[in-house]
């Protein structure tokens, strides 16, 4: 696509439940970054793929995070059992192979539990 | 541990110039990133700089020194359009963890 595409843009659920977010990088993008942002901060990171593989998911607040990229290209990220703090937008970027390139950002899904 | 700091908050007239300094203490440095969010919005790529000195690019330059853990951003004929949150980020060694800071607000005034 022309840009990473976030999906859904905004989410409203209630403590407790699980939710999906999803994230379809631009195509051909090897890396691919979820990143939580609050308001007035910059980006947290979560996690960081190369391809398929999960490099990187040191940024994951707890065991009720959990994310995957099963083909090297869409992405979900997963809250089980979601709690009010999780309440934040969630960003993913991608971008090419090496390490001087610049992320591109989606829009965010914001999630709201309430 | 990993740590960027950079100013909350900074006020410039337009047509001015305006330096927005960002230092960093991190566990490997392999290159440091400037992006742009207006509120509401992603954050868009301005800048990399991997070796010491002043990268230019149009009105905005970025420079680094690495032995310094220091940074800026140097905006140029300030247009009341580059009101927004420039995020300093560094990348660590060994992989392509992105490590944001919390972003300086810069409001440019008529």
């Known amino acids: 696509g022309a840009g990473v595409s976030q999906s859904p843009r905004y989410k409203v659920t209630k403590r407790g439940q699980d939710v999906a977010l999803r994230c379809d990088p631009i195509?051909?993008?090897?890396?691919l970054y979820w990143y939580r942002q609050a308001l007035g901060q910059g980006p947290e990171f979560l996690t960081y793929f190369n391809y398929e593989a999960q490099q990187d998911k040191s940024g994951l607040p707890n065991d009720r995070f959990s994310a995957e990229r099963p083909e090297g290209s869409i992405s979900t990220l997963t809250i089980q059992r979601t709690e009010q703090r999780d309440s934040a937008m969630y960003r993913c970027?991608?971008?090419?192979?090496?390490?001087?390139?610049?992320?591109?950002f989606g829009q965010g899904t914001r999630l709201t539990v309430v | 541990g990993q740590n960027i700091d950079q100013p909350t908050e900074m006020t410039a007239t337009e047509g001015a110039i305006v330096q927005i300094n960002c230092t960093y203490q991190t566990s490997g440095f392999n290159g440091l990133f400037w992006y742009q969010q207006h509120a509401g919005e992603a954050p868009t790529f301005l800048s990399y700089?991997?070796?010491?000195g002043l990268e230019e690019k149009g009105r905005f330059s970025s420079f680094l020194s690495r032995s310094k853990g220091y940074s800026y951003l140097l905006l140029k004929e300030l247009q009341m359009k580059d009101s927004a949150s420039y995020l300093c980020a560094v990348r660590n060694t060994g992989g392509f963890k992105t490590i944001f800071g919390a972003g300086t607000r810069l409001f440019v005034k008529a």
């Open positions: 970027a991608s971008s090419p192979v090496g390490a001087s390139t610049e992320a591109f």
């Open positions: 195509s051909g993008h090897v890396s």
């Open positions: 700089n991997v070796l010491d």
